[in-house]
T-cell receptor
Framework: KQEVTQIPAALSVPEGENLVLNCSFT??????LQWFRQDPGKGLTSLLL?????REQTSGRLNASLDKSSGRSTLYIAASQPGDSATYLC????????????FGTGTRLQVFP | GAVVSQHPSWVICKSGTSVKIECRSL??????MFWYRQFPKQSLMLMAT?????????EQGVEKDKFLINHASLTLSTLTVTSAHPEDSSFYIC?????????????FGPGTRLTVL
């Protein structure tokens, strides 16, 4: 059974810092991995999607890497801003044959001015 | 593009009543939609997969007679929480994939907060 874990569970930093959020999954046989952002009481916004054959994806100040063999993904946020404050979730899609996503436990990020 | 809406955004009901939540794909057709539940400070847990024109597939531990799912069209799926109880209070989120755009990304609705008194 695939399990997805994220560390740290919470993070509070001053703005301007570069951040690393970690995601681990127990079964390396995944189809893709996705990072989402969730603001309090809101739905999810997709940030980055990495296919199993890819090593990383970048969008603006965000960079996500994937090491499938070790069951890890990292979301790197450069020059953090207060507007980055949210919960970040990673999710794995376990195979091509299913759209089902298994979500991680989330990292609650607070960036203060 | 690829917008998913949910209605209502929040609902408060008395214990024992039923509540219907709608999930709509506004600018694309979704043969498959997903329903998730999220308890405070916890992650999303998949409840069921909603397939247009057929019965939903429920995850282990989710009561299909309590959480009725209907996917009657390519743009609408509904989740009905029957005989709701306080322990059903949660944040319910739906998602859908827009595979015609050639992307694997799922698009999520804004969620519905259900409070059962």
């Amino acid at each position: 059974k695939q399990e997805v874990t994220q560390i740290p569970a919470a993070l509070s930093v001053p703005e301007g810092e570069n951040l690393v959020l970690n995601c681990s999954f127990t079964d390396s046989a995944i189809y893709n991995l996705q990072w989402f952002r969730q603001d309090p009481g809101k739905g999810l916004t997709s940030l980055l999607l990495i296919q199993s054959s890819q090593r990383e994806q970048t969008s603006g100040r965000l960079n996500a890497s994937l090491d499938k063999s070790s069951g890890r993904s990292t979301l790197y946020i450069a020059a953090s801003q207060p507007g980055d404050s949210a919960t970040y979730l990673c999710a794995v899609r376990i195979s091509y044959n299913t759209d089902k996503l298994i979500f991680g436990t989330g990292t609650r990020l607070q960036v203060f001015p | 593009g690829a917008v998913v809406s949910q209605h209502p955004s929040w609902v408060i009901c008395k214990s024992g009543t039923s509540v219907k939540i709608e999930c709509r794909s506004l600018d694309f057709q979704a043969t498959t939609m997903f329903w998730y539940r999220q308890f405070p400070k916890q992650s999303l847990m998949l409840m069921a997969t909603s397939n247009e024109g057929s019965k939903a597939t429920y995850e282990q531990g989710v009561e299909k007679d309590k959480f009725l799912i209907n996917h009657a069209s390519l743009t609408l799926s509904t989740l009905t929480v029957t005989s709701a109880h306080p322990e059903d209070s949660s944040f319910y989120i739906c998602s859908a994939g827009d595979y015609d755009r050639g992307t694997d990304t799922q698009y999520f609705g804004p969620g519905t907060r259900l409070t059962v008194l």
